[in-house]
């Protein structure tokens, strides 16, 4: 099945996080954005949309989901999303396109093993693989950074018009990766507002 590996990995285990991804799709099914598995975890960090106005976060298993404004229709500039998670509290952070949504509580105290495979496009019900066609992505995926922290929403922000950050664990513009099957890499055809 199509997906992208990521090579880029973090050195330690994690206790906080941020995902920030934008994409692009027509898809009303279920279907994973970001898959982070670890032996112990098929879903250690698992972004997922559940349908097209509900999001869900996966942290070593366990999830906790964000509902949208109304029945999202599919939007021609794509949405921006950003996860995060800080062990600390266990508080969950989800932004849509820049705007925040109320945070939620998840595995406080738990940390996230180093050794990973991260992929793109498909869940994990395994480690590197135990795909399931009917969780596929189909459509575009850009702009993908992970942080090792818990992002402010100034920096969330950032991300979210392309002002580059220092300080992360994978960034789109130095991505390590390794494609699998029907994957093509092509310039975006949308064209961000300045």
Same mark, same amino acid.
């Given at each position: 099945?199509?997906?992208?590996?990521?090579?880029?990995?973090?050195?330690?285990?994690? !206790?906080?996080?941020?995902?920030?991804?934008?994409?692009?799709?027509?898809?009303?099914?279920? $279907?994973?954005?970001?898959?982070?598995?670890?032996?112990?975890?098929?879903?250690?960090? %698992?972004?997922?949309?559940?349908?097209?106005?509900?999001?869900?976060?996966?942290?070593?298993?366990?999830?906790?989901?964000? !509902? !949208?404004?109304?029945?999202?229709?599919?939007? @021609?500039?794509?949405? $921006?999303?950003?996860?995060?998670?800080?062990?600390?509290?266990? %508080?969950?952070?989800?932004?849509?396109?820049?705007?925040?949504?109320?945070?939620?509580?998840?595995?406080?105290?738990?940390?996230?093993?180093?050794?990973?495979?991260? #992929?793109?496009?498909?869940?994990?019900?395994?480690?590197?693989?135990?795909?399931?066609?009917?969780?596929?992505?189909?459509?575009?995926? &850009?702009?993908?950074?992970?942080?090792?922290?818990?992002?402010?929403?100034?920096?969330?922000?950032?991300?979210?018009?392309?002002?580059?950050?220092?300080?992360? %664990?994978?960034?789109?513009?130095?991505? @390590?990766? &390794?494609?699998?099957?029907?994957? @093509?890499?092509?310039?975006? %055809?949308?064209? #961000?507002?300045?």
């Amino acid at each position: 099945m199509s997906h992208v590996v990521l090579k880029d990995k973090p050195k330690e285990p994690l !206790t906080s996080f941020t995902v920030c991804l934008k994409y692009y799709t027509d898809l009303t099914r279920p $279907h994973v954005l970001f898959s982070y598995a670890t032996r112990k975890h098929d879903n250690a960090i %698992l972004l997922f949309k559940d349908k097209p106005n509900v999001y869900s976060l996966y942290v070593n298993n366990q999830k906790v989901t964000f !509902t !949208t404004e109304g029945n999202q229709s599919i939007k @021609s500039a794509g949405e $921006h999303i950003c996860m995060s998670w800080e062990s600390a509290t266990g %508080l969950v952070g989800f932004w849509l396109d820049g705007k925040p949504f109320p945070r939620k509580g998840l595995k406080k105290g738990d940390s996230i093993d180093a050794e990973a495979s991260i #992929l793109l496009g498909q869940e994990q019900d395994s480690f590197g693989g135990g795909f399931d066609v009917n969780q596929s992505f189909v459509g575009e995926i &850009e702009d993908v950074y992970m942080f090792g922290r818990v992002l402010s929403p100034r920096a969330v922000r950032a991300v979210n018009v392309n002002d580059a950050l220092s300080i992360y %664990l994978m960034a789109w513009s130095a991505l @390590s990766f &390794e494609i699998s099957s029907y994957v @093509s890499m092509e310039i975006s %055809l949308v064209l #961000l507002d300045m």
